[in-house]
């Protein structure tokens, strides 16, 4: 099983919300919205529920920039079989405004890692 009992039922608490806040998952690559993620009193884990979704959430910056990357395909398909109400699933976080939005936080990380080249940590 690549997913934990306790973490599949955090995650199926989850609910969609229309207002729900993006932001980039520097170590994953990708977008995730607070929706995604339940709050870690939700949680029993020193690590947040997104560390165990870095797969999915890379997976699905790949689908958004249509590069997939086949190496990180299983999580993203074992999550669609158990969890397909998970908002991490819903068509426009995968296409449209998300493609565009996750432009712009690559194009920023790729300005910082530069300026970190040029000037040093």
């Known amino acids: 099983m690549l997913f934990s009992p306790l973490l599949l039922d955090a995650l199926r608490a989850?609910?969609?919300s229309p207002t729900a806040t993006c932001s980039?998952?520097?170590?994953?690559?990708?977008?995730i919205w607070d929706d995604e993620i339940p709050p870690?009193?939700?949680?029993?884990?020193n690590l947040r529920a997104s560390v165990h979704l870095r797969k999915v959430i890379a997976y699905r910056a790949s689908l958004i920039?249509?590069?997939?990357r086949t190496d990180l395909e299983e999580d993203w398909v074992e999550l669609m079989r158990l969890l397909p109400a998970w908002p991490g699933f819903r068509p426009e976080r995968v296409a449209g405004e998300a493609k565009r939005l996750l432009k712009v936080y690559k194009y920023k990380e790729s300005k910082a890692i530069q300026r970190l080249e040029r000037d040093g940590f």
Not at 24 to 31: E, H, I, S, V
């Open 14 to 16: 989850c609910q969609y």
């Open 24 to 31: 980039y998952d520097l170590m994953a690559g990708g977008l």
């Open 40 to 45: 870690r009193t939700d949680y029993d884990s």
């Open 65 to 68: 920039l249509n590069e997939p």
